[in-house]
């Protein structure tokens, strides 16, 4: 590497180092101040709150803002050197536009190498600390607002609540059908149903079960309280939205692979959860390109304007990758599309971008 390239890499990382512990501390400050009260009235130990959560609040963080952050140290330092005339000097010295940008990339794989490391196994790790310190001592109850939830359970049996309580880990208007050959073989219907933690069973009140015997005849039997261990537990019917991060590559895929096995369409935003994980770390490359672009031409306003154009820029790419998100969710479009669109439509930006630039 020349001089050259050791001065914009040190300056890239340097800058950006010192602006992820800057959004860091700022979100810290925001942090404390809204659930300070809840870890005092729930007697959190301080040690596991800078180790266990704020540790991993703060690798989430970084790691989620890591290509805005890119793209407004790129837009920073890089402006400083066009307003003082040195990347004009640097093109005039014979140095082409395209051999400056090398140090650029060079410091982003650093980065894109880090960030998907950090998200496919540190972080999995760290959130899994982090939410259950949250779970014990800051959001002690979660709410299911999914309403007709339907599971199979295993093959050929198939499970429905109208509504789940997760608070009280109940469900309502609970219905068992079990199927064989096509046809309907057993089928319970109860009032509610609610999961004994400790017993890891599922006390069923109010039921009445309908089935055909051997010679086809139909029975039917009543029973006030019935104690079953049946195939399924509370989570199988709702989690905390968080819970997805805590899981690694292969525990996201087997995740997936549950999901389909018991229809419950949830896998879509395991499949959304997974592929946003690289196409972040990618997206490094994309805000980098788009930031060089930019902030390599010298014009009034200087700095000012560049760090403008770098906020507005990263609130729409927020926004498109948060609408491509909610369409995956809920407009049908696959999940690895919602994921890497807003990538790609930048990279045409940062491509167009290029070609204006400075040369």
């Known amino acids: 590497m020349r001089i050259l390239d050791r001065y914009i890499?040190?300056?890239?990382?340097?800058?950006?180092?010192l602006m992820v512990a800057l959004f860091c501390v700022v979100a810290v400050v925001?942090?404390?101040a809204e659930n300070l009260e809840r870890l005092i009235e729930n007697g959190a130990p301080w040690k596991a709150v800078l180790g266990s959560y704020y540790v991993s609040f703060c690798l989430a963080l970084g790691n989620m803002l890591s290509a805005f952050i890119v793209f407004l140290t790129i837009l920073l330092f890089t402006s400083r050197l066009a307003q003082r005339s040195e990347i004009i000097a640097v093109l005039a010295g014979g140095i082409s536009f395209q051999r400056l940008m090398r140090p650029y990339f060079m410091a982003s794989t650093i980065l894109v190498a880090g960030?998907?490391?950090l998200a496919h196994v540190v972080l999995p790790v760290s959130n899994e600390r982090k939410?259950?310190?949250e779970v014990e001592f800051i959001h002690k109850e979660f709410h299911i607002a999914e309403q007709h939830l339907y599971?199979?359970?295993q093959p050929g049996t198939v499970v429905y609540f109208r509504s789940v309580n997760a608070g009280r880990q109940v469900g309502y208007r609970f219905v068992l059908e079990q199927w064989q050959d096509g046809r309907l073989a057993e089928?319970?219907?109860a009032s509610k149903a609610k999961w004994l933690e400790e017993q890891q069973t599922w006390r069923v009140s109010n039921l009445r079960r309908?089935?055909?015997d051997e010679q086809g005849a139909e029975r039917f039997e009543k029973v006030a309280v019935l104690d079953?261990?049946?195939?399924?537990?509370?989570?199988?019917?709702g989690q905390r939205s968080q819970a997805m991060s805590t899981l690694g590559w292969t525990g996201l895929q087997q995740a997936i692979a549950r999901e389909k096995a018991k229809g419950s369409g949830g896998e879509r935003l395991l499949q959304l959860e997974s592929h946003t994980r690289t196409s972040n770390a990618f997206a490094i490359y994309v805000m980098a390109l788009i930031g060089v672009s930019v902030a390599s031409r010298r014009q009034r306003g200087g700095t000012g304007i560049h760090l403008l154009i770098g906020v507005v820029v990263g609130f729409i790419y927020v926004f498109s990758a948060k609408l491509m998100s909610v369409s995956a969710t809920h407009a049908g479009i696959p999940p690895g599309v919602a994921a890497w669109t807003p990538n790609v439509l930048f990279g045409l930006l940062g491509l167009f971008l290029y070609r204006r630039a400075p040369k």
Not at 9 to 17: H, M, P, V
């Open 187 to 189: 089928k319970w219907t």
């Open 9 to 17: 890499i040190r300056n890239f990382l340097g800058t950006f180092f």
């Open 30 to 32: 925001f942090d404390v």
């Open 115 to 117: 960030s998907l490391l």
């Open 151 to 153: 599971r199979e359970i």
């Open 210 to 212: 309908r089935w055909w």
């Open 131 to 133: 939410l259950d310190f």
């Open 228 to 237: 079953t261990a049946l195939t399924m537990r509370m989570a199988d019917f």
